[in-house]
Protein backbone atom coordinates (compact mmCIF):
# COMPACT_ATOMS: atom_id res chain seq x y z
CA UNK A 1 0.00 0.00 0.00
CA UNK A 2 1.07 3.35 -0.81
CA UNK A 3 0.62 5.88 1.36
CA UNK A 4 1.25 10.49 0.66
CA UNK A 5 1.97 12.20 3.73
CA UNK A 6 1.54 15.63 3.56
CA UNK A 7 4.16 17.27 4.77
CA UNK A 8 3.69 19.31 8.34
CA UNK A 9 4.76 22.98 9.29
CA UNK A 10 7.86 23.42 10.91
CA UNK A 11 7.62 24.26 14.37
CA UNK A 12 7.99 28.03 15.25
CA UNK A 13 10.28 29.71 17.64
CA UNK A 14 8.37 31.25 20.83
CA UNK A 15 10.72 34.24 19.83
CA UNK A 16 10.33 35.17 16.50
CA UNK A 17 11.84 38.10 16.80
CA UNK A 18 15.05 38.85 14.37
CA UNK A 19 18.47 37.88 16.02
CA UNK A 20 21.06 37.76 13.46
CA UNK A 21 21.70 36.40 9.71
CA UNK A 22 21.85 32.85 9.24
CA UNK A 23 25.73 32.95 9.16
CA UNK A 24 26.14 33.83 12.79
CA UNK A 25 23.36 31.35 13.68
CA UNK A 26 25.09 28.36 12.07
CA UNK A 27 28.86 29.38 13.22
CA UNK A 28 27.60 29.61 17.02
CA UNK A 29 25.61 26.03 16.22
CA UNK A 30 28.75 24.83 14.50
CA UNK A 31 31.07 25.84 17.25
CA UNK A 32 29.55 24.55 20.42
CA UNK A 33 29.15 21.20 18.84
CA UNK A 34 32.70 21.18 17.33
CA UNK A 35 33.70 21.88 21.22
CA UNK A 36 31.75 19.19 22.10
CA UNK A 37 32.42 16.19 20.04
CA UNK A 38 36.02 17.14 19.92
CA UNK A 39 36.35 17.11 23.60
CA UNK A 40 36.11 13.01 23.33
CA UNK A 41 39.52 12.86 21.62
CA UNK A 42 41.36 15.77 22.39
CA UNK A 43 42.72 14.12 25.30
CA UNK A 44 43.69 10.59 23.13
CA UNK A 45 46.84 12.00 22.42
CA UNK A 46 47.87 12.94 25.41
CA UNK A 47 47.15 9.84 27.42
CA UNK A 48 50.72 9.00 27.87
CA UNK A 49 51.39 12.20 30.00
CA UNK A 50 48.21 12.37 32.16
CA UNK A 51 49.07 8.48 32.90
CA UNK A 52 52.48 9.86 34.17
CA UNK A 53 50.69 13.10 35.47
CA UNK A 54 48.25 11.66 37.62
CA UNK A 55 49.40 8.25 38.02
CA UNK A 56 46.39 6.31 36.25
CA UNK A 57 46.44 2.44 35.75
CA UNK A 58 46.54 1.08 32.57
CA UNK A 59 42.95 -0.05 32.95
CA UNK A 60 41.99 2.91 34.76
CA UNK A 61 43.28 5.14 31.24
CA UNK A 62 40.50 4.64 29.20
CA UNK A 63 38.42 5.77 30.90
CA UNK A 64 39.34 9.06 30.11
CA UNK A 65 37.27 8.79 27.26
CA UNK A 66 34.65 6.35 28.30
CA UNK A 67 33.35 8.15 31.54
CA UNK A 68 33.05 11.29 28.95
CA UNK A 69 31.69 9.37 25.94
CA UNK A 70 28.93 7.44 28.61
CA UNK A 71 27.54 10.29 30.13
CA UNK A 72 27.05 12.14 26.83
CA UNK A 73 25.67 9.54 25.09
CA UNK A 74 23.69 8.01 27.75
CA UNK A 75 21.98 11.26 29.23
CA UNK A 76 21.39 12.64 25.47
CA UNK A 77 17.74 11.61 25.63
CA UNK A 78 17.05 13.56 28.91
CA UNK A 79 18.52 16.25 27.18
CA UNK A 80 17.13 16.30 24.25
CA UNK A 81 13.15 15.71 25.80
CA UNK A 82 14.69 18.94 28.53
CA UNK A 83 15.10 20.95 25.18
CA UNK A 84 11.14 20.17 24.00
CA UNK A 85 9.45 20.84 27.68
CA UNK A 86 11.68 23.50 28.89
CA UNK A 87 13.07 25.64 25.30
CA UNK A 88 16.11 24.85 23.57
CA UNK A 89 17.91 28.32 23.39
CA UNK A 90 17.27 27.69 27.56
CA UNK A 91 18.67 24.39 27.69
CA UNK A 92 21.42 25.19 25.22
CA UNK A 93 23.01 27.87 27.51
CA UNK A 94 22.69 25.83 30.71
CA UNK A 95 24.60 22.73 28.98
CA UNK A 96 27.58 24.64 27.93
CA UNK A 97 27.60 26.80 30.91
CA UNK A 98 27.98 23.57 33.03
CA UNK A 99 30.59 22.30 30.12
CA UNK A 100 32.86 24.84 30.80
CA UNK A 101 33.27 24.91 34.14
CA UNK A 102 33.83 21.18 34.32
CA UNK A 103 36.40 22.06 31.34
CA UNK A 104 38.07 24.74 33.81
CA UNK A 105 37.93 21.82 37.03
CA UNK A 106 39.50 19.44 35.02
CA UNK A 107 42.28 21.05 34.02
CA UNK A 108 42.95 21.96 37.37
CA UNK A 109 43.27 18.18 38.27
CA UNK A 110 45.37 16.59 40.61
CA UNK A 111 44.53 13.15 40.59
CA UNK A 112 43.26 10.65 38.55
CA UNK A 113 39.27 10.49 40.43
CA UNK A 114 39.24 14.35 40.15
CA UNK A 115 39.67 14.17 36.23
CA UNK A 116 37.16 11.42 35.58
CA UNK A 117 34.56 13.33 37.69
CA UNK A 118 35.14 16.61 35.77
CA UNK A 119 35.14 14.23 32.48
CA UNK A 120 31.46 12.85 33.62
CA UNK A 121 30.47 16.37 34.58
CA UNK A 122 31.56 17.24 30.90
CA UNK A 123 29.76 14.67 29.46
CA UNK A 124 26.67 15.62 31.28
CA UNK A 125 26.55 19.35 29.95
CA UNK A 126 27.18 18.00 27.02
CA UNK A 127 24.06 15.94 26.76
CA UNK A 128 22.12 18.56 27.61
CA UNK A 129 23.72 20.72 25.10
CA UNK A 130 24.15 18.48 21.98
CA UNK A 131 20.53 17.58 20.99
CA UNK A 132 19.48 21.22 21.29
CA UNK A 133 22.28 22.05 18.21
CA UNK A 134 20.47 19.91 15.47
CA UNK A 135 17.03 21.04 16.70
CA UNK A 136 17.78 24.78 16.82
CA UNK A 137 19.97 24.08 12.73
CA UNK A 138 16.33 22.67 12.40
CA UNK A 139 14.13 25.78 13.26
CA UNK A 140 16.50 28.44 12.25
CA UNK A 141 16.74 27.23 8.85
CA UNK A 142 13.99 26.23 6.14
CA UNK A 143 14.04 23.03 4.48
CA UNK A 144 15.58 24.04 1.37
CA UNK A 145 19.29 24.89 -0.09
CA UNK A 146 19.59 26.39 2.94
CA UNK A 147 19.42 23.78 5.42
CA UNK A 148 20.87 21.39 3.37
CA UNK A 149 24.01 23.07 3.10
CA UNK A 150 23.71 23.64 7.16
CA UNK A 151 23.12 19.80 7.32
CA UNK A 152 26.43 19.11 5.64
CA UNK A 153 28.02 21.76 7.55
CA UNK A 154 26.76 20.01 10.61
CA UNK A 155 27.62 16.33 9.02
CA UNK A 156 31.45 17.55 8.30
CA UNK A 157 31.82 18.77 11.93
CA UNK A 158 30.07 15.55 13.36
CA UNK A 159 32.71 13.24 11.10
CA UNK A 160 35.91 15.52 11.40
CA UNK A 161 35.25 17.10 14.88
CA UNK A 162 37.38 14.20 16.43
CA UNK A 163 39.69 13.88 13.97
CA UNK A 164 40.25 18.12 14.88
CA UNK A 165 40.73 16.98 18.33
CA UNK A 166 43.81 14.73 17.87
CA UNK A 167 45.75 17.03 16.07
CA UNK A 168 44.54 19.59 18.52
CA UNK A 169 45.00 17.67 21.48
CA UNK A 170 48.56 16.69 20.10
CA UNK A 171 49.68 20.54 19.59
CA UNK A 172 48.59 21.64 23.03
CA UNK A 173 50.53 18.87 24.52
CA UNK A 174 53.64 19.49 22.79
CA UNK A 175 53.48 23.05 22.95
CA UNK A 176 52.42 23.89 26.70
CA UNK A 177 50.02 21.10 28.70
CA UNK A 178 47.78 18.18 27.96
CA UNK A 179 45.55 20.44 30.85
CA UNK A 180 45.34 23.08 27.80
CA UNK A 181 43.02 20.20 25.76
CA UNK A 182 40.64 21.57 28.98
CA UNK A 183 41.40 24.65 29.30
CA UNK A 184 40.33 25.76 25.91
CA UNK A 185 36.96 25.04 26.32
CA UNK A 186 36.98 27.98 28.94
CA UNK A 187 36.95 30.93 26.56
CA UNK A 188 34.98 29.23 23.90
CA UNK A 189 32.11 28.66 26.21
CA UNK A 190 32.34 31.94 27.76
CA UNK A 191 31.46 33.18 24.04
CA UNK A 192 28.79 30.82 23.46
CA UNK A 193 26.80 31.73 26.28
CA UNK A 194 27.18 35.20 25.62
CA UNK A 195 26.14 35.18 21.49
CA UNK A 196 23.27 32.47 22.31
CA UNK A 197 20.61 34.52 24.17
CA UNK A 198 21.40 37.51 21.75
CA UNK A 199 21.27 35.37 18.13
CA UNK A 200 19.52 32.20 18.69
CA UNK A 201 15.40 31.82 18.86
CA UNK A 202 13.89 30.39 21.54
CA UNK A 203 11.72 27.48 20.93
CA UNK A 204 8.04 27.04 22.20
CA UNK A 205 7.98 25.59 25.92
CA UNK A 206 5.72 21.88 25.14
CA UNK A 207 4.40 20.96 28.56
CA UNK A 208 5.97 17.42 29.81
CA UNK A 209 7.60 15.36 32.45
CA UNK A 210 10.84 14.25 32.20
CA UNK A 211 11.12 10.39 32.58
CA UNK A 212 14.30 10.28 34.87
CA UNK A 213 13.43 6.55 35.25
CA UNK A 214 14.25 5.60 31.72
CA UNK A 215 17.08 8.05 31.86
CA UNK A 216 18.78 6.16 34.96
CA UNK A 217 18.44 2.64 33.51
CA UNK A 218 19.79 3.29 30.06
CA UNK A 219 23.00 5.52 31.58
CA UNK A 220 23.88 3.36 34.14
CA UNK A 221 22.92 0.24 31.94
CA UNK A 222 24.88 1.46 28.63
CA UNK A 223 28.05 2.03 31.03
CA UNK A 224 27.90 -1.44 33.19
CA UNK A 225 27.97 -2.90 29.65
CA UNK A 226 31.05 -1.04 28.82
CA UNK A 227 33.15 -1.35 32.12
CA UNK A 228 32.19 -5.31 31.55
CA UNK A 229 34.15 -5.37 27.88
CA UNK A 230 36.93 -3.06 29.93
CA UNK A 231 37.05 -5.46 33.05
CA UNK A 232 37.22 -8.08 31.13
CA UNK A 233 40.32 -7.34 29.26
CA UNK A 234 42.46 -7.34 32.40
CA UNK A 235 40.63 -9.83 34.15
CA UNK A 236 38.98 -12.21 31.96
CA UNK A 237 35.94 -13.51 30.88
CA UNK A 238 35.06 -15.15 33.97
CA UNK A 239 35.42 -12.56 36.57
CA UNK A 240 32.83 -12.41 38.87
CA UNK A 241 32.37 -8.81 38.30
CA UNK A 242 32.95 -8.82 34.60
CA UNK A 243 29.72 -11.43 34.73
CA UNK A 244 28.02 -9.38 37.13
CA UNK A 245 28.24 -6.03 34.83
CA UNK A 246 27.55 -7.73 32.12
CA UNK A 247 23.98 -9.55 34.10
CA UNK A 248 23.28 -5.83 35.13
CA UNK A 249 23.34 -4.33 31.96
CA UNK A 250 21.29 -6.73 30.43
CA UNK A 251 18.26 -6.19 33.18
CA UNK A 252 18.54 -2.30 32.96
CA UNK A 253 18.59 -1.55 29.51
CA UNK A 254 15.45 -4.50 29.28
CA UNK A 255 14.34 -2.93 32.00
CA UNK A 256 15.01 0.57 30.14
CA UNK A 257 12.63 -0.84 26.98
CA UNK A 258 9.75 -1.53 29.00
CA UNK A 259 9.85 1.93 30.90
CA UNK A 260 9.48 3.34 27.49
CA UNK A 261 6.88 1.05 26.41
CA UNK A 262 5.03 2.08 29.78
CA UNK A 263 5.95 5.95 30.17
CA UNK A 264 3.52 8.62 29.21
CA UNK A 265 6.29 11.08 27.97
CA UNK A 266 9.42 8.74 27.30
CA UNK A 267 12.80 10.17 26.26
CA UNK A 268 12.65 7.95 23.54
CA UNK A 269 9.62 6.98 21.61
CA UNK A 270 10.13 4.37 20.48
CA UNK A 271 7.53 4.82 17.47
CA UNK A 272 10.76 6.80 16.10
CA UNK A 273 12.00 3.13 15.28
CA UNK A 274 8.98 2.51 13.03
CA UNK A 275 10.84 3.80 10.36
CA UNK A 276 13.12 1.37 9.15
CA UNK A 277 15.01 4.14 7.27
CA UNK A 278 15.54 5.85 10.35
CA UNK A 279 16.16 2.93 12.92
CA UNK A 280 18.76 1.60 10.39
CA UNK A 281 20.68 4.54 10.75
CA UNK A 282 21.08 4.72 14.16
CA UNK A 283 22.56 1.31 13.85
CA UNK A 284 24.45 2.00 10.71
CA UNK A 285 26.11 4.83 12.69
CA UNK A 286 27.06 3.12 16.08
CA UNK A 287 28.92 0.34 13.87
CA UNK A 288 30.61 2.65 11.98
CA UNK A 289 31.50 5.23 14.67
CA UNK A 290 32.06 1.95 16.77
CA UNK A 291 34.99 1.19 13.94
CA UNK A 292 36.77 4.77 13.71
CA UNK A 293 36.35 5.79 16.85
CA UNK A 294 38.55 2.48 18.24
CA UNK A 295 40.83 3.28 15.13
CA UNK A 296 41.71 6.73 16.38
CA UNK A 297 42.28 5.49 19.72
CA UNK A 298 44.56 2.66 18.62
CA UNK A 299 46.12 4.34 16.16
CA UNK A 300 47.63 7.07 18.55
CA UNK A 301 49.06 4.14 20.06
CA UNK A 302 50.76 2.81 17.24
CA UNK A 303 52.06 5.61 16.28
CA UNK A 304 53.69 6.84 19.67
CA UNK A 305 54.62 3.46 20.89
CA UNK A 306 55.82 1.50 17.58
CA UNK A 307 56.83 4.80 15.21
CA UNK A 308 58.00 6.66 18.31
CA UNK A 309 56.28 10.35 16.76
CA UNK A 310 55.42 12.90 19.38
CA UNK A 311 52.22 13.80 20.36
CA UNK A 312 52.03 16.59 17.82
CA UNK A 313 53.37 14.37 15.30
CA UNK A 314 50.50 11.67 15.75
CA UNK A 315 47.90 14.10 15.88
CA UNK A 316 48.82 15.52 12.21
CA UNK A 317 49.11 11.61 10.93
CA UNK A 318 45.51 11.42 10.99
CA UNK A 319 45.26 14.57 8.63
CA UNK A 320 44.68 11.89 5.28
CA UNK A 321 41.18 10.96 7.09
CA UNK A 322 40.89 15.01 8.02
CA UNK A 323 41.31 17.01 5.33
CA UNK A 324 40.04 14.27 3.11
CA UNK A 325 36.33 13.77 5.42
CA UNK A 326 35.94 17.83 5.17
CA UNK A 327 36.38 17.86 1.07
CA UNK A 328 34.11 14.80 0.58
CA UNK A 329 31.01 15.95 3.17
CA UNK A 330 31.30 19.57 1.67
CA UNK A 331 30.48 18.27 -1.55
CA UNK A 332 27.92 15.41 -0.74
CA UNK A 333 24.91 17.80 -1.31
CA UNK A 334 26.05 18.28 -4.75
CA UNK A 335 26.73 14.12 -5.28
CA UNK A 336 23.44 13.07 -4.20
CA UNK A 337 20.75 14.38 -7.12
CA UNK A 338 23.15 12.10 -9.24
CA UNK A 339 23.50 9.01 -7.06
CA UNK A 340 20.99 8.97 -4.66
CA UNK A 341 21.60 8.61 -0.71
CA UNK A 342 21.37 5.00 -0.82
CA UNK A 343 24.09 4.33 -2.92
CA UNK A 344 26.44 6.95 -1.63
CA UNK A 345 25.29 5.77 2.01
CA UNK A 346 26.30 2.25 0.35
CA UNK A 347 29.20 2.84 -1.64
CA UNK A 348 30.91 5.37 1.49
CA UNK A 349 31.22 2.21 3.69
CA UNK A 350 32.22 -0.20 1.55
CA UNK A 351 35.02 1.73 0.33
CA UNK A 352 35.53 3.18 4.52
CA UNK A 353 35.77 -0.83 4.64
CA UNK A 354 38.41 -1.24 2.27
CA UNK A 355 40.26 1.41 3.76
CA UNK A 356 39.97 0.08 7.58
CA UNK A 357 40.84 -3.57 6.22
CA UNK A 358 44.59 -2.46 4.53
CA UNK A 359 45.13 -0.43 7.66
CA UNK A 360 44.99 -3.10 9.79
CA UNK A 361 47.21 -4.83 7.39
CA UNK A 362 50.28 -2.70 9.65
CA UNK A 363 53.12 -3.99 11.33
CA UNK A 364 56.10 -2.74 13.25
CA UNK A 365 58.17 -1.14 9.99
CA UNK A 366 55.39 -0.50 8.07
CA UNK A 367 56.23 3.08 6.31
CA UNK A 368 53.40 5.83 6.62
CA UNK A 369 53.80 6.51 3.14
CA UNK A 370 52.03 4.75 1.51
CA UNK A 371 50.63 1.63 2.94
CA UNK A 372 49.17 4.00 6.30
CA UNK A 373 48.27 7.65 4.34
CA UNK A 374 46.45 5.98 1.06
CA UNK A 375 43.69 3.44 3.28
CA UNK A 376 43.57 6.41 5.76
CA UNK A 377 42.25 8.32 2.32
CA UNK A 378 39.78 5.83 1.92
CA UNK A 379 38.36 5.62 5.01
CA UNK A 380 38.30 9.49 5.16
CA UNK A 381 36.23 9.24 1.80
CA UNK A 382 34.51 6.10 2.61
CA UNK A 383 33.15 8.21 6.38
CA UNK A 384 32.35 11.72 4.35
CA UNK A 385 30.03 10.06 1.89
CA UNK A 386 28.21 8.51 5.07
CA UNK A 387 27.45 10.86 7.33
CA UNK A 388 24.84 12.92 5.91
CA UNK A 389 22.92 10.33 4.55
CA UNK A 390 23.28 8.96 7.96
CA UNK A 391 22.54 12.21 9.83
CA UNK A 392 19.42 13.19 7.23
CA UNK A 393 18.34 9.76 7.27
CA UNK A 394 18.02 9.96 11.09
CA UNK A 395 15.59 12.77 11.57
CA UNK A 396 13.57 12.15 8.22
CA UNK A 397 10.11 12.38 8.35
CA UNK A 398 10.10 13.32 12.00
CA UNK A 399 7.13 15.57 13.40
CA UNK A 400 8.47 18.74 14.81
CA UNK A 401 7.27 17.68 19.07
CA UNK A 402 9.72 14.74 18.43
CA UNK A 403 12.17 16.83 16.93
CA UNK A 404 15.10 16.87 20.22
CA UNK A 405 14.40 13.22 20.74
CA UNK A 406 15.56 12.22 17.07
CA UNK A 407 18.75 14.53 17.25
CA UNK A 408 19.27 13.11 20.73
CA UNK A 409 19.17 9.61 18.77
CA UNK A 410 21.90 10.95 16.22
CA UNK A 411 24.20 11.95 19.30
CA UNK A 412 23.39 8.85 20.95
CA UNK A 413 24.44 6.41 18.11
CA UNK A 414 27.47 8.64 17.85
CA UNK A 415 29.04 8.63 21.23
CA UNK A 416 27.41 5.21 22.66
CA UNK A 417 28.91 3.60 19.31
CA UNK A 418 32.43 5.07 20.19
CA UNK A 419 32.14 3.74 23.90
CA UNK A 420 30.92 0.28 23.19
CA UNK A 421 33.68 0.11 19.75
CA UNK A 422 36.34 0.93 22.42
CA UNK A 423 35.36 -1.19 25.53
CA UNK A 424 34.81 -4.10 23.02
CA UNK A 425 38.13 -3.38 20.72
CA UNK A 426 40.10 -3.26 24.04
CA UNK A 427 39.48 -6.78 24.72
CA UNK A 428 40.33 -8.16 21.43
CA UNK A 429 43.78 -5.33 21.85
CA UNK A 430 44.78 -6.88 25.26
CA UNK A 431 44.29 -11.16 24.18
CA UNK A 432 45.84 -9.74 21.10
CA UNK A 433 49.02 -8.49 22.78
CA UNK A 434 49.44 -11.07 25.87
CA UNK A 435 48.97 -13.49 22.94
CA UNK A 436 52.02 -12.26 21.24
CA UNK A 437 54.06 -11.24 24.25
CA UNK A 438 54.10 -15.31 24.58
CA UNK A 439 56.00 -15.24 21.42
CA UNK A 440 59.29 -14.32 22.15
CA UNK A 441 61.85 -13.07 19.06
CA UNK A 442 64.95 -14.27 19.20
CA UNK A 443 67.86 -11.71 19.14
CA UNK A 444 65.55 -8.72 19.85
CA UNK A 445 65.84 -5.95 22.48
CA UNK A 446 63.24 -5.72 24.93
CA UNK A 447 61.99 -2.39 23.22
CA UNK A 448 61.84 -4.12 20.05
CA UNK A 449 59.40 -6.98 21.21
CA UNK A 450 57.56 -4.44 23.09
CA UNK A 451 56.91 -2.37 19.67
CA UNK A 452 56.05 -5.66 17.78
CA UNK A 453 53.83 -6.93 20.17
CA UNK A 454 52.11 -3.35 20.23
CA UNK A 455 51.75 -3.59 16.37
CA UNK A 456 50.06 -7.12 16.80
CA UNK A 457 47.84 -5.75 18.93
CA UNK A 458 46.71 -2.81 17.09
CA UNK A 459 46.37 -4.76 13.72
CA UNK A 460 44.43 -7.29 15.43
CA UNK A 461 41.70 -4.45 16.72
CA UNK A 462 42.01 -2.83 13.48
CA UNK A 463 40.48 -6.13 11.82
CA UNK A 464 37.81 -5.74 14.67
CA UNK A 465 37.08 -1.88 13.32
CA UNK A 466 36.70 -3.88 10.04
CA UNK A 467 34.35 -5.97 11.03
CA UNK A 468 32.31 -2.69 12.67
CA UNK A 469 32.55 -1.40 9.47
CA UNK A 470 31.16 -4.86 7.50
CA UNK A 471 27.91 -5.19 10.06
CA UNK A 472 27.07 -1.51 9.10
CA UNK A 473 27.31 -2.34 5.33
CA UNK A 474 25.13 -5.44 5.92
CA UNK A 475 22.85 -3.27 7.85
CA UNK A 476 22.20 -0.62 4.96
CA UNK A 477 22.13 -3.32 2.29
CA UNK A 478 19.42 -4.87 4.44
CA UNK A 479 17.81 -2.69 6.66
CA UNK A 480 18.20 0.51 4.85
CA UNK A 481 17.63 -0.40 1.49
CA UNK A 482 14.16 1.05 0.06
CA UNK A 483 11.22 -1.55 -0.32
CA UNK A 484 9.26 -0.86 -3.56
CA UNK A 485 5.39 -0.39 -2.94
CA UNK A 486 5.98 0.98 0.41
CA UNK A 487 5.24 4.16 2.31
CA UNK A 488 7.62 7.10 0.93
CA UNK A 489 8.68 10.18 2.73
CA UNK A 490 10.62 13.27 1.65
CA UNK A 491 13.98 13.41 3.66
CA UNK A 492 14.90 17.21 4.46
CA UNK A 493 17.80 17.03 1.93
CA UNK A 494 16.31 15.13 -0.62
CA UNK A 495 12.93 17.93 -0.30
CA UNK A 496 15.20 20.36 -1.93
CA UNK A 497 16.51 17.66 -4.43
CA UNK A 498 13.04 17.14 -5.25
CA UNK A 499 13.96 13.16 -5.18
CA UNK A 500 11.84 10.51 -2.76
CA UNK A 501 13.36 8.12 -0.48
CA UNK A 502 11.54 5.11 0.34
CA UNK A 503 10.48 4.52 4.39
CA UNK A 504 8.85 1.65 5.87
Do not use: C
Not at 80 to 94: C, E, H, K, N, T
Not at 163 to 177: A, D
Not at 414 to 435: D, P, Y
Request: zero cysteines; aromatic letters at 8%.
Amino acid sequence: MTITLTRRAPERPSDPSPRGNPTIILAIILATYLMIILDATVVITALPDIHRALHFSSTGLSWVQNVYTLTFGGLLLLGARAGDILGRRRVFVAGIALFTVASLLGGLAESASWLLAARAVQGIGAAVAAPSTLALLQVSFEEGPERTRAVGAYSAVAGGGGSVGLVLGGMLTTWISWRWGLFINVPIGVVMILLAPRYLPETERRPGRFDLAGAASSTVGMTSLVYGFVRAASSGWTDPITIASFLLSGVLLTSFVITERRAEQPITPLHLFASRQRSGAYITRMLVVSGMFAMFFFMTQYFQGVLGYSPLLSGLAFLPVTAVMFGVVRVMPRLVPRFGTQRLLAGGVLVALVGMAWLSQLGPTTPFFPQIVLPMALLGIGIGSALVPLTTAGIAGVDAGDAGAASGLVNVAQQLGGSLGLGILITVFAAASRHRAGLRDAGTSVRTQTQITLAHAVSTSLKGSAIFLALGLVVVATVMRPQPRQEKVMTPLETELDELVVLD
